[in-house]
C-alpha cells in the first residue's frame, strides 16, 4: 500500500470517526451507483479530460460524498437538539400544569413541606391522606427509596424536578400561597 494511503487513512482515523467514515464510504458508493450516466460522462468530458473514463467521477465523488455526510451529520445533531429543547418545552409546561391544578388538599401538603423544608422528608399515612396519593400519581411527591406508598407511616420528598417551580409557585400561586400562611 503506497504511503500516501496509509497517511489518508492515518488522518481520518484521527480527526473523524468510524461511524462518519462509513457513512462517507456508503455515500460514496451511492453517489457512483445512483448517479445518472449522462452526468458522469459531462464530467468526464467536460470538466476534467483524463484518458481513464470513469476515474474522474469517482475521485469527483468523493469530496461531494464528504459534504453530504458532513451536512447530514449536522442535520441529525440540530434534529437532537430540537427534540430534546421541545421536550423540555412540553415538560416545563406539564410540570406547570400539575403545580396550578392542586387541590386545597395537595396544596396544603406542598405547604408543610414548603415549611418545614422544600428538601426535606414527611411522614404520611397514604391510606388515609388522598392528596399524597395524587401528588405522588402527579409526579410532584415520591417516596424514600426503601419505603412502599401504601405503609402506614410512608416517608416522601419533593422530587428534585419540582422543587424549583413549588418556589416559584410559594410565590406566585393563590392557592398554594394561602395555604401556605394558613399553615404558618
Same mark, same amino acid.
Given at each position: 500500500?503506497?504511503?500516501?494511503?496509509e497517511? *489518508?487513512?492515518?488522518?481520518?482515523k484521527?480527526?473523524?470517526s468510524l461511524?462518519?467514515?462509513?457513512?462517507w464510504l456508503?455515500?460514496?458508493?451511492? %453517489?457512483l451507483i445512483f448517479?445518472?450516466?449522462?452526468y458522469?460522462?459531462f464530467?468526464?468530458?467536460? %470538466?476534467l479530460?483524463w484518458?481513464n473514463?470513469?476515474?474522474?467521477s469517482s475521485?469527483?465523488f &468523493?469530496p *461531494?460524498s464528504?459534504?453530504?455526510?458532513y451536512? *447530514?451529520k449536522?442535520?441529525?445533531?440540530l434534529?437532537i437538539? %430540537?427534540?430534546?429543547a421541545?421536550?423540555? &418545552?412540553r %415538560?416545563?409546561?406539564k410540570?406547570?400544569n400539575n403545580i396550578?391544578? &392542586?387541590?386545597d388538599?395537595?396544596?396544603s401538603?406542598i405547604?408543610?413541606?414548603a415549611?418545614i423544608?422544600l428538601d426535606s422528608?414527611?411522614?404520611?399515612d397514604?391510606m388515609n391522606?388522598?392528596?399524597?396519593?395524587?401528588l405522588f400519581n402527579?409526579?410532584i411527591?415520591?417516596?424514600i427509596?426503601?419505603d412502599?406508598?401504601?405503609e402506614?407511616?410512608?416517608?416522601y420528598r419533593?422530587?428534585?424536578?419540582?422543587?424549583?417551580?413549588?418556589?416559584?409557585?410559594?410565590?406566585n400561586?393563590?392557592k398554594i400561597?394561602?395555604a401556605?400562611e394558613? &399553615?404558618?
Amino acid at each position: 500500500m503506497p504511503n500516501w494511503i496509509e497517511a *489518508v487513512i492515518a488522518y481520518l482515523k484521527q480527526n473523524t470517526s468510524l461511524r462518519f467514515n462509513m457513512f462517507w464510504l456508503l455515500s460514496w458508493f451511492a %453517489l457512483l451507483i445512483f448517479t445518472p450516466i449522462g452526468y458522469i460522462e459531462f464530467i468526464n468530458s467536460k %470538466l476534467l479530460q483524463w484518458d481513464n473514463p470513469y476515474i474522474v467521477s469517482s475521485l469527483f465523488f &468523493v469530496p *461531494v460524498s464528504y459534504f453530504i455526510s458532513y451536512f *447530514v451529520k449536522l442535520f441529525i445533531k440540530l434534529c437532537i437538539y %430540537l427534540n430534546r429543547a421541545l421536550t423540555q &418545552v412540553r %415538560l416545563n409546561k406539564k410540570k406547570k400544569n400539575n403545580i396550578n391544578n &392542586v387541590t386545597d388538599k395537595e396544596a396544603s401538603i406542598i405547604a408543610i413541606f414548603a415549611e418545614i423544608g422544600l428538601d426535606s422528608e414527611l411522614s404520611f399515612d397514604s391510606m388515609n391522606e388522598k392528596g399524597v396519593i395524587e401528588l405522588f400519581n402527579k409526579g410532584i411527591i415520591e417516596p424514600i427509596k426503601g419505603d412502599y406508598i401504601n405503609e402506614p407511616k410512608c416517608k416522601y420528598r419533593i422530587t428534585s424536578n419540582y422543587l424549583k417551580d413549588i418556589e416559584y409557585a410559594l410565590v406566585n400561586n393563590t392557592k398554594i400561597r394561602k395555604a401556605y400562611e394558613e &399553615v404558618r
